[in-house]
């Protein structure tokens, strides 16, 4: 990602970011651009993602905050699990093979996706400095990891930002196939279990779209963050008996 900064606003410590209305529009060269700085503190963090702003950069270039418009965005109540992944999974819970743990190894996992190789991708943008900040995050209780264990091993999770009842998903990897989709089906269930709507996605890709998720006007997006934000936390956790909002166990898990 090589961008020009010259004519970009450039955010100094202590300023407010500025709204995401003033992203650059489609038609430009960079769409949903928003500012560039140097500030990756837990506190800039939070103030960007309670405007729907979320930071994306590489190596060697200042800090640039986004806000895309549209928003792709993964229902809760919209997610897909389909046929073949469903049997996996009920094979796996079934024969006492999978646990899912939540914020148990948060830095491996970031590690972990900062490794991971994507298409189209030569590098990763989870830089050191990002990595140190959603530590920081985490350790305010405001970004959390979500992880895959097969017989004893981490083999996939994802992790995310949240703030309230607002959910912001960052990266995902896997070291095993599907490990990564169990684990964003475990937060999907964790979502249902305590009512939180939707799990922003950022940006548009065909694995989202094919896991449910679907773009929405940044607007509609913004509007529902200044609500979902100033909701009271829900314990981060995750319980066996979660894997019933999806799946048709003949009998229920408890």
């Keep these: 990602m090589s961008i020009h900064t010259s004519s970009i606003p450039i955010i100094r410590s202590g300023d407010p970011l500025p709204g995401p209305e003033s992203a650059w529009g489609q038609d430009s060269a960079y769409p949903g651009l928003v500012a560039a700085g140097r500030d990756l503190s837990a506190e800039r963090l939070t103030e960007a993602y309670q405007k729907g702003i979320f930071p994306w950069y590489s190596q060697g270039q200042p800090v640039l905050w986004w806000s895309t418009d549209p928003r792709m965005v993964l229902r809760a109540d919209e997610f897909k699990l389909h046929r073949s992944f469903k049997k996996t999974l009920v094979k796996l819970i079934s024969q006492g093979q999978l646990e899912i743990q939540v914020d148990q190894h948060f830095d491996d996992v970031v590690r972990l996706c900062a490794q991971s190789k994507r298409p189209g991708q030569s590098g990763t943008w989870i830089q050191p400095e990002m990595m140190m900040a959603y530590r920081d995050l985490h350790q305010l209780g405001q970004a959390h990891s979500v992880e895959c264990w097969l017989d004893g091993h981490l083999v996939g999770g994802l992790y995310c930002v949240a703030i309230g009842k607002a959910v912001f998903g960052e990266s995902m990897f896997s070291l095993q196939s599907d490990a990564s989709k169990i684990a964003l089906s475990a937060l999907i269930c964790m979502c249902r279990q305590q009512g939180i709507p939707s799990i922003d996605c950022q940006q548009q890709t065909p694995h989202l779209k094919f ?44």
């Design 211 to 254: 896991m449910g998720a679907r773009p929405i006007a940044r607007q509609l997006f913004v509007k529902e963050l200044t609500v979902l934000t100033q909701e009271p936390p829900p314990p981060w956790e995750f319980l066996p008996v979660y894997w019933n909002h999806i799946l048709p166990f003949t009998q229920p898990l408890t």
